[in-house]
């Protein structure tokens, strides 16, 4: 899980790697993504997102598909 | 009962070391934090491990992360306040100011380039810009090898 400049730069490691290009994530969603998982992360009664909790964070952030499916077993 | 009231104290205690001074604590530093004895830490971090609340080196107590920090340095370093911690990735790097609800500036660098990435996030998010996320294993598989994700 990287930073990159831009989208060049993610095809450049990609292509390097020989390594399929995933779904790229902006800024303002990644925020979203810390804190659905680390908001409440001092609290004394948190824990991660259920599987199901997951696919709503990344369904509400327009990031949907096998590769943002917890429970796929598309790349299995 | 009792065992699940003993792991909510000894994950606030790694939290709260971690929150506090940007590092992992000692075994024995959760121990004194938890009003338990370093046996019964220890049988915390594995259940807390099975959890997937912590990550721990391969002697069984160290911690490698407890998400969003990490226990050993990497390319991720997060500023809140003029204490520096360490993320285990880039969305942990942003998870950081999260946790805490405190300002912060990431510090990083583009993983093709290496370009360096100065990002202040705010209460609200951080800074528009242009830079991006990407992850290369899926979300089924993130856990099949958590530090390589």
Redesign the interface.
Same mark, same amino acid.
């Given at each position: 899980m990287l930073f990159f400049r831009s989208e060049e730069r993610v095809r450049e490691w990609c292509s390097a790697r020989a390594s399929p290009v995933r779904p790229l994530v902006s800024m303002a969603q990644l925020w979203a993504l810390a804190k659905a998982w680390y908001g409440s992360r001092l609290q004394p009664d948190s824990r991660r997102p259920r599987p199901e909790e997951m696919s709503e964070i990344f369904s509400d952030l327009g990031l949907e598909g096998d590769f943002w499916d917890p429970t796929s077993d598309a790349f299995r | 009962m009792k065992s699940r009231d003993l792991d +909510?104290r000894v994950k606030?205690a790694v939290?709260?070391h971690f929150?506090v001074t940007g590092r992992r604590p000692s075994t024995e530093d959760v121990a004194a934090a938890a009003g338990e004895n370093v046996e019964g830490v220890l049988a915390s971090y594995g259940r807390l491990r099975a959890?997937?609340?912590l990550v721990l080196e391969e002697d069984g107590s160290s911690i490698r992360m407890a998400?969003?920090f990490s226990g050993i340095p990497t390319r991720h370093v997060v500023e809140v306040d003029g204490r520096r911690y360490f993320a285990n990735? =880039? #969305?942990?790097?942003?998870?950081?100011?999260? =946790? &805490?609800?405190e300002p912060a500036t990431v510090h *990083?660098?583009?993983?093709? *380039?290496d370009?360096a990435?100065q &990002?202040r +996030?705010g209460l609200e998010?951080?800074e528009? *810009? =242009? #830079?991006?996320?990407?992850?290369?294993v899926?979300? =089924?598989? #993130?856990w099949d090898d958590i530090v390589f994700?």
């Open positions: - | +909510v606030l939290y709260g929150a959890a997937r609340v998400p969003p990735c =880039a #969305w942990d790097a942003l998870g950081v100011p999260a =946790a &805490l609800h *990083s660098r583009c993983g093709q *380039s370009e990435l &990002l +996030v998010g951080p528009r *810009s =242009a #830079w991006l996320f990407h992850c290369l899926p979300a =089924a598989r #993130w994700t």
